[in-house]
């Protein structure tokens, strides 16, 4: 698709379902990369989507039609770099995309606290480096400064 860019958008929070769905409805292609955690309640385990990214939505659009976006409700504002919309190459999408499609993201951990260096051993994220921010008893908040991203990993 010539002159097609990825672009992010920021979302409200837990609306990134919703805006999808919207957006799609307006025949703008979109990513909004998910992973499935489970989630406990008082009376039973279940699967659950959530976004892999919080408040982040992909679009592919031309340059000249990104205020159509706007006509969503739950969309804030596009995520700039330098100043400028930030642009995702494809190759970056493509590569998430697949990624996704082949494994989880956990985490075997032992004796972290906030501030500990955490090196990700699987996942889209297999690889990188990051700071410990939070931790409980089944999830690590992992801020990965290089990608400017707060990931969630499963304890296993």
């Given at each position: 698709?010539?002159?097609?860019?990825?672009?992010?958008?920021?979302?409200?929070?837990?609306?990134?379902?919703?805006?999808?769905?919207?957006?799609?409805?307006?025949?703008?292609?979109?990513?909004?990369?998910?992973?499935?955690e489970?989630?406990?309640?008082?009376?039973?385990?279940?699967?659950?989507?959530?976004?892999?990214?919080?408040?982040?939505?992909?679009?592919?659009?031309?340059?000249k039609?990104?205020?159509?976006?706007?006509?969503?409700?739950?969309?804030?504002?596009?995520?700039?770099?330098?100043?400028?919309?930030?642009?995702?190459?494809?190759?970056?999408?493509?590569?998430?995309?697949?990624?996704?499609?082949?494994?989880?993201?956990?985490?075997?951990?032992?004796?972290?606290?906030?501030?500990?260096?955490?090196?990700?051993?699987?996942?889209?994220?297999?690889?990188?480096?990051?700071?410990?921010?939070?931790?409980?008893?089944?999830?690590?908040?992992?801020?990965?400064?290089?990608?400017?991203?707060?990931?969630?990993?499963?304890?296993?």
């Open positions: 698709m010539k002159g097609m860019q990825w672009f992010v958008i920021y979302v409200k929070p837990r609306a990134e379902k919703k805006v999808v769905q919207e957006l799609e409805k307006l025949g703008i292609t979109v990513f909004c990369p998910m992973i499935t489970v989630r406990q309640w008082s009376d039973r385990k279940k699967k659950v989507e959530v976004p892999l990214i919080n408040s982040y939505v992909f679009v592919q659009l031309k340059e039609e990104r205020e159509i976006v706007f006509q969503v409700p739950y969309v804030v504002r596009y995520l700039f770099w330098l100043k400028k919309p930030a642009i995702v190459r494809d190759e970056e999408i493509r590569v998430l995309k697949e990624t996704l499609s082949e494994v989880g993201v956990n985490a075997q951990v032992e004796n972290l606290k906030p501030g500990d260096r955490l090196k990700v051993k699987s996942g889209p994220f297999a690889g990188k480096e990051g700071v410990v921010q939070e931790l409980t008893k089944r999830r690590v908040q992992l801020i990965l400064k290089d990608l400017g991203l707060k990931i969630t990993l499963m304890k296993v």
